[in-house]
């Protein structure tokens, strides 16, 4: 990859390669997620860091397109289904995280499994998901494929899966250089609805703990923002870049 200078990249991708990537700032609308001790809430928050990660990978010559735009709740299944239809180099879910642990903080980055990779995991996907499946709309667009022992077992998706696990360590790796997100919380494995959903590389990002006030303050200013924008904005470079290499 190219040099970077005060967070900006040097080097862009290619125009003629023309990678897309789908955005996905979760919650929205009437689900605004979780909220920090002044009462921002996750749904405004990671809008915002979308928008400004949209920007940063169109200057490196990238296609970007967002599952929502502003303050509108999209179906899970249907963020996914924008992401298998277009064939995006890469689907990342953007989060952020709360805990009962006062204390606990750090950015930590999913890809799909047939089971939470801990309690933690496990709370965080009752989470993050509650109020959000069991709709007549999501069953019938889940279907047979709901299965995600099915979707692991199917050898055409084994490389999309290993490609997931490829674009969430580099994406961990760039998140590790915002001190205000550390610490770096690692790969983490869930069985997230959207990533079920997704046949493309996929990930869901948690950037910091809002239920930490210094981490869920900084993430609602915008310099933490910009920051976190960039890293992620590399990543996908990094990302792309070597898989198209």
Not at 121 to 140: K, N, P, Q
Not at 180 to 204: D, I, K
Request: glycine letters at 6%.
């Amino acid at each position: 990859m190219g040099a970077c200078l005060a967070g900006l990249l040097l080097v862009p991708v290619p125009a003629a390669a023309q990678p897309l990537i789908v955005l996905d700032p979760g919650h929205g609308g009437d689900k605004p997620g979780a909220k920090n001790a002044d009462e921002k809430t996750e749904s405004s928050i990671v809008l915002s860091i979308g928008k400004l990660l949209k920007a940063e990978l169109e200057k490196n010559g990238m296609r970007v397109m967002l599952t929502r735009d502003h303050e509108v709740h999209p179906a899970l299944t249907a963020r996914a289904h924008m992401a298998n239809e277009i064939a995006a180099d890469a689907f990342v879910s953007i989060h952020a995280n709360w805990s009962p642990v006062p204390a606990r903080r750090g950015a930590e980055t999913y890809i799909l499994s047939a089971d939470a990779s801990d309690e933690e995991a496990a709370s965080l996907l009752e989470l993050e998901e509650a109020g959000e499946v069991g709709t007549e709309e999501d069953v019938a667009a889940e279907g047979p494929s709901g299965d995600v022992e099915a979707i692991l077992a199917d050898l055409r998706l084994a490389d999309t899966h290993r490609e997931s696990a490829r674009l969430a360590r580099t994406i961990q790796d760039e998140l590790a250089t915002v001190v205000t997100l550390s610490p770096s919380r690692g790969l983490r494995q869930a069985p997230f609805l959207v990533l079920r959903r997704a046949r493309v590389p996929a990930v869901l990002v948690e950037l910091g703990y809002l239920s930490h006030v210094e981490q869920g303050r900084s993430l609602a200013e915008k310099s933490t923002q910009k920051q976190t924008a960039r890293a992620l904005a590399r990543a996908l470079v990094r990302y792309v870049s070597a898989r198209r290499g």
